[in-house]
């Protein structure tokens, strides 16, 4: 009887060994298809805007992550047009910085192979966070106290304040910028995922060429190529590291992004521009 129960444990036992097996196996094989399946509903979740990524490789072995023919998607108030289409996403990372929830990449290889700007029916760009309309400059601002020069407010009880528009230094009308826009990016990178951002070391970029995509009117819709190969930007610790960047961008776009803020917002300026960027990762 102890003899039969032994052998009996025995089986069971190899049994759930060899089961561990196949299904280690199992999962080292197809691991990535599951982490590709949430990657993209990660994205739906986060942006209201569905992804689909050929492949996505994470190594077991090494720092690395390779994403493959990412595409993604405007919203439904969009029509659902391309926005974003990734051949290659290719990240190399400092492990031992990610234990300490910081992320530290030491190479970070982007290949953008077409932007599409788009105007939807309601005159709207996607560029701008949920298509959300402009902010105009702020109305003047009641102030009592008298600008320099200026003659001296009434003294006397019920006289009218003066007027004086809050402008900034030199007298530049305020910029006109995307509603939503964080002043802080990285800030809001951390108290969103709970890892602070240390920095790339060597940035690496490629852009194809950007589209504008008139659906109210398609008379309207361009393209133009940008053809920036392989450029490098070493060091980038905060989107002020990617000025230059994004100037170089726009001479080689010849003022594209520009054209299409200023013609869709008269009055908006450059300012626009590096904020719809910053806004959507540029």
């Keep these: 009887m102890i003899k039969f129960l032994f052998k009996w444990l025995f089986r069971v036992v190899l049994g759930a060994v060899i089961l561990a097996v196949v299904a280690t196996v199992i999962l080292l094989l ?27 490789d994470v190594s077991l072995t090494e720092p690395t992550i390779e994403i493959r023919d990412m595409q993604i998607y405007n919203p439904a108030n969009f029509a659902g047009t391309p926005f974003l ?28 192979a077409e932007l599409d700007i788009v105007k939807n029916q309601n005159d709207e760009l996607n560029i701008f966070p949920a298509g959300a309309p402009m902010q105009t400059a702020p109305p003047p601002v009641i102030s009592s106290s008298p600008r320099p020069g200026a003659a001296p407010a009434p003294s006397h009880p019920g006289a ?77 610790r905060s989107m002020n590291d990617l000025a230059g960047t994004i100037v170089f961008i726009d001479l080689r776009s010849n003022h594209f992004f520009d054209d299409i803020v200023v013609k869709n917002y008269p009055g908006g300026n450059a300012d626009m521009v590096r904020d719809a960027l910053q806004s959507i990762g540029l």
């Design 30 to 56: 197809t691991y990535n298809s599951i982490l590709r399946t949430i990657m993209e509903h990660n994205i739906r979740e986060q942006t209201g805007m569905d992804a689909e990524i050929g492949r996505l």
């Design 85 to 112: 289409n990734f051949p290659e996403i290719h990240i190399e990372y400092d492990l031992s910085a990610l234990m300490r929830r910081q992320l530290h990449f030491t190479l970070v290889r982007v290949k953008l």
């Design 160 to 236: 009218a304040p003066t007027l004086s528009p809050t402008l900034p230094q030199g007298g530049i009308t305020p910029s006109i910028r995307p509603s939503g826009v964080n002043a802080s990016p990285a800030a809001n990178f951390q108290e969103q995922t709970g890892y602070d951002f240390t920095g790339i070391d060597k940035l690496n970029l490629s852009f194809g060429k950007e589209k504008y995509i008139d659906l109210k009117n398609p008379s309207n819709n361009r393209e133009q190529v940008v053809g920036l190969d392989n450029w490098i930007v070493p060091h980038v």
